[in-house]
């Protein structure tokens, strides 16, 4: 079996599917929202995933990299992705336009285990880009609203410009299936009408919760884990129901190349949702 | 398994007829140590080599190779580097490692660019004698029962040859008449000697069993921290180890067009960028942390994924490390062992 004719006996997982960008814009100066369609219509459509995958998002010649997918499963078709501009791939992507086309695949890692988390209140933890992987989960509750109990976010920004889906979130005040606190470090503008200070300001703001009936998500930059957490714990909530998503260098999305390795799992398959337990259990986590 | 004979004489004249539509590799002479190279000139072939310089994972995935060719229409596969061989002269430990590949890269996702490299190579065992080095029979990996497709035990005079698989039968029964079905009372009784002092020449043994409880007990132990000033980051022993499989990819596009290359190339975890993501972030910034990474994954947490630890014991490691860091000095003193001498060594030489 030499040369040209050779024929693979399995599907090469590596292989991208191209997808085109249907809308980009910018959410705050360095983060710019990609609404992203597989461009083989069945694919699309028929494409399914868990809030809390990725998907690993590729720019021919620059390269490919892990993005959280934002979007919900419930609204089918259309892939979203909050992306910040930090290396050669968000790059090359910022300076793409509508309708170009990208590689495309996944869906890659475990996900939330939402099957666990029905029927449950839902207490969700947000810092900055860390609202990449929780608005999948937060919309996904919203369109079944009816499969969980109370539903509530906290949203910490550094100021407001900074603040991620920043309207989006202020509209959600308004609705009462949702309790919604809003916080930024610092208000630049005079304008801010919702609390200031860290997120973990908000967590006086919470109504009583039935701790060993809650799951609580947390996602944001690396120092704010370990507050956050601590509040989790105060309230009583089980260890196995702390669940967080971790950020590591996920080259390859399928458990071979090594890089996100931690103990004896890859963070691509075995993550990146993990619980305030497997963080005690495996030292590096976090 | 079958096992039968052949002259020493008639190993050349097999390897001739076998190797007529692929590429023959074999341990061959490089300066004073041995690699694996593609063989034009059978007097090249060393049958008593001791390890190579690289295992031969280089000729599955090698360190650089294309995965996909790009252009504007996107990505087309390449595999245009893989071609059928016959990889003759491999030992017992490194057919293990080999072993230990198939495992990893065909848990969860297959990897078609390792598995079709196997899957076009035929793997001709050799036996070999342990040197100083060399602490296979720690691991259980001096003798293999399995993963090739022939097996030449090495008996002065004559070789035994296992027949592991049909491919392996196929290749007999290009030339039955250089091999010899019947052995003798003798023939059998100078494979147990061999047998016997072979096993005797292991000196000294690691006991693995122990390592994985004490890699747990001895996370936070000063040990590392002297380990990982004595580290100099090279990624050696990523690149000689048989098992070490991480890599990186990148994409490389040509001169003044469109059209270019996504290239996999050899990674290794002791490299300090291994861990860093888009931003700057290090979750591993300490050479001790990265040294505990590459030490954990292959003593203790590989066993608990697959039930044995993915060191093989070759020696590479031991050969190769400028600063005498190796699964054997390191496995010593976890285990609180005097290892030769080393902690000596290192005292005066590098923790001044």
Not at chain 1, 72 to 81: A, C, H, Y
């Amino acid at each position: 079996m030499n040369g040209e004719n050779k024929q693979l006996t399995h599907a090469n997982p590596f292989t991208p599917e191209p997808a085109r960008i249907v809308r980009t814009y910018y959410l705050t100066e360095d983060v710019k929202f990609f609404q992203v369609r597989i461009v083989d219509v069945e694919k699309a459509l028929s494409f399914k995933y868990r809030p809390g995958q990725f998907a690993m998002i590729s720019v021919l010649g620059a390269g490919e990299a892990p993005f959280s997918l934002s979007s919900t499963p419930s609204r089918p078709g259309l892939l979203e992705f909050c992306i910040r501009k930090a290396g050669t791939v968000t790059s090359a992507l910022f300076r793409m336009k509508e309708n170009d086309l990208i590689g495309f695949r996944g869906p890659y890692g475990n996900g939330f285990p939402i099957e666990r988390m029905y029927d449950k209140d839902i207490l969700i933890v947000v810092g900055g880009l860390g609202v990449a992987p929780l608005r999948s989960v937060l919309l996904f509750c919203l369109d079944n609203r009816d499969q969980f109990r109370r539903v509530s976010l906290l949203h910490g920004a550094k100021r407001p410009a900074e603040m991620i889906f920043r309207e989006e979130f202020l509209s959600f005040k308004e609705r009462e299936d949702l309790e919604c606190h809003l916080a930024v470090d610092d208000d630049d503008t005079g304008a801010w009408t919702e609390k200031i200070g860290v997120v973990t300001t908000l967590f006086p703001l919470l109504k009583e919760i039935d701790p060993t009936n809650t799951f609580g998500l947390v996602c944001g930059p690396p120092v704010m884990y370990k507050f956050v957490i601590k509040e989790l714990v105060n309230l009583k909530i089980p260890k196995d129901q702390i669940l967080m998503t971790l950020e590591r260098r996920m080259k390859c999305g399928v458990g071979k190349c090594g890089h996100c390795a931690i103990d004896y799992i890859y963070t691509c398959l075995d993550g990146p949702v993990f619980t305030y337990w497997d963080v005690i259990h495996m030292r590096e986590l976090i | 398994m079958r096992i039968i004979k052949l002259k020493k004489d008639n190993l050349f004249p097999f390897l001739e007829v076998i190797s007529e539509e692929a590429d023959l590799w074999a341990p061959a002479k490089k300066g004073d140590r041995h690699i694996f190279k593609v063989i034009d000139d059978f007097a090249q072939i060393e049958l008593n080599s001791t390890r190579t310089i690289l295992p031969p994972k280089k000729i599955f995935l090698p360190p650089s190779f294309d995965m996909f060719s790009i252009s504007e229409e996107g990505y087309k596969e390449d595999f245009s580097h893989i071609t059928k061989k016959i990889l003759f002269g491999i030992h017992p430990c490194d057919i293990h490692g080999l072993l230990i590949l198939d495992n990893f890269y065909q848990h969860a996702f297959l990897d078609p660019y390792y598995l079709e490299a196997r899957k076009n190579t035929l793997i001709l065992g050799l036996s070999c004698w342990p040197d100083e080095y060399c602490f296979a029979k720690s691991t259980n990996t001096h003798i293999i029962e399995e993963g090739f497709d022939l097996f030449f035990t090495d008996l002065k005079d004559f070789f035994l040859v296992w027949i592991g698989s049909s491919q392996g039968d196929d290749l007999i029964r290009l030339k039955p008449e250089l091999f010899d079905e019947k052995l003798t009372d003798k023939d059998i009784q100078t494979y147990i000697n061999w047998q016997t002092e072979r096993d005797k020449a292991y000196k000294g043994s690691i006991n693995f069993v122990a390592l994985p409880d004490l890699i747990e007990l001895k996370y936070s132990d000063p040990l590392w921290e002297k380990l990982g000033d004595a580290c100099l980051a090279c990624g050696s022993c990523t690149n000689v180890c048989p098992t070490c499989n991480c890599y990186n990819v990148m994409d490389k596009q040509f001169l003044g067009g469109k059209d270019g290359k996504v290239m996999r190339h050899w990674d290794a975890c002791t490299l300090e960028e291994y861990s860093e993501v888009a931003g700057g972030e290090n979750f591993r910034k300490k050479r001790s942390d990265r040294l505990k990474l590459w030490y954990t994954h292959k003593l203790q947490a590989f066993i608990s994924k697959y039930g044995k630890p993915s060191c093989v014991g070759c020696g590479r490691c031991v050969v190769t490390c400028p600063v005498d860091i190796n699964v054997r000095t390191v496995g010593k003193a976890l285990l609180g062992e005097e290892a030769e001498g080393f902690w000596v060594r290192f005292n005066r030489e590098v923790t001044k």
